[in-house]
């Protein structure tokens, strides 16, 4: 190892004004122009403080980060895209306080972003690592899966990102999600003088979402959950067009495909009303069996280093290491930023125990390369 990291206070600096940089150059993920300039400073940001030079490909319309000039087997998965739209930085601003830095974005996941280089950039040479930076990660990186798939496939490990679940601990299974949307067609009519006329697709849909519940599993982890539905036109006519959008997830693949085809199944209660489903499965779960064995060596060398004993944990957000453990390549995720609120304006991340666990990523991953040299 170059031994760059030792938790000292250059290492601190480091990582903070990297994770600046980043955070206020915003990328929500519905502006691929926003990425693409965020993307760029992350390339000036690594290749200046840390010697790597990242190269900027285009995948789907969309800017994408990546390392892979050794092709090396091991993989470091991340994203620079968040939910936060362009201003919020003057609304959240980037801070350091008291341990904590927050501003939109940090724990989720640019605190992992920084950390990801970090811990590359501490081995580079000849046991560098790939790495892959995607900018569509928050919207189901229908952009990016080919570039994912295509350097796992290559790879014999994954080593995702993004934020630690409470606690610190690691995320050694996901749910997988399907996400569809129900299209109801009625008839318009007008509410007061006709209503007799007219088909109302809003009650069939409410009717429908009224069966939702006895599709979930808690046995499996299967939630079936309404998010999004609107109707109507105007306050005096008959809703002639209704859509609801439904977020299925569970740890079992067959139980989505179960969900899937019985609310494909259903028809409406209403007569004359036609519905419409279209969406599908977006990522599959997660199963511990793929993080299973990097779990324990991450776990053993966290004993020998005399650190505390590491925690896994399942969750049911979803990430791109859905997508590579689905290959069949061993896949860790949840090694990013440790902290709190994920998608919430009050996300923040501890800056000690995020560097004492960049150390321990550092070292993990000077483990891995090295059993790659000896295979």
Known sequence: MKGLLHNSTADA?????????????ESPSSSPEACRECAERLIEFSNVALG??????????????????????????????TVWPVGTIDEVPFELSDGWISGPGVFD?????????????????????????????????????????????????????????PGGALKVARKGICRLDMEFVGRAAHA???????????????QIVTQMPQLADTSMGTSVTPTLARAGTTANTVPERATLHL???????????????????????????????????????????????????????????????????SVGGVSDGNLTAHLGVPTLD???????GAHARSERINLPATLRRLDLIAKFLDQLLEAERVD
């Not at 600096?13 to 150059?25: A, Q």
């Not at 949840?334 to 709190?340: N, Q, R, S």
């Open 13 to 25: 600096l480091l990582f903070v004004e990297g994770l600046r940089r980043l955070t206020i150059s």
């Open 192 to 206: 007061g003088l006709e209503p007799e006329l007219g088909i109302n697709a809003l009650t069939a849909m409410a």
């Open 334 to 340: 949840g090694l990013g930023a440790i902290g709190e």
């Open 52 to 81: 790597i030079s990242l190269d900027l490909i285009e995948e789907g319309g969309r800017p994408h980060l990546y390392w892979n000039r050794n092709h090396a087997k091991v993989l470091l998965l991340g994203h620079i895209d």
């Open 109 to 165: 996941m640019k605190g992992g972003v920084i950390m990801m280089l970090m811990a590359a950039a501490s081995l580079l040479g000849p046991e560098m690592p790939s790495i892959l930076i995607t900018s569509d990660e928050e919207l189901g990186s229908a952009a990016s899966r080919p570039l994912i798939e295509e350097m796992a496939k290559a790879s014999s490990s994954v080593l995702v990102f993004e934020p630690s679940a």
């Open 247 to 313: 977020d299925i997830r569970s740890y079992d693949e067959q139980d989505l495909t179960r969900v899937e085809s019985a609310i494909r199944m259903l028809s409406s209660q209403v007569e004359g009303v036609v519905i419409d489903v279209s969406g599908g499965k977006t990522r599959p779960p997660l199963g511990a069996s793929a993080s299973e064995d990097l779990f324990a060596q991450i776990n053993d060398l966290a004993k020998r280093l005399g650190q505390h004993e590491l925690k896994g944990s």
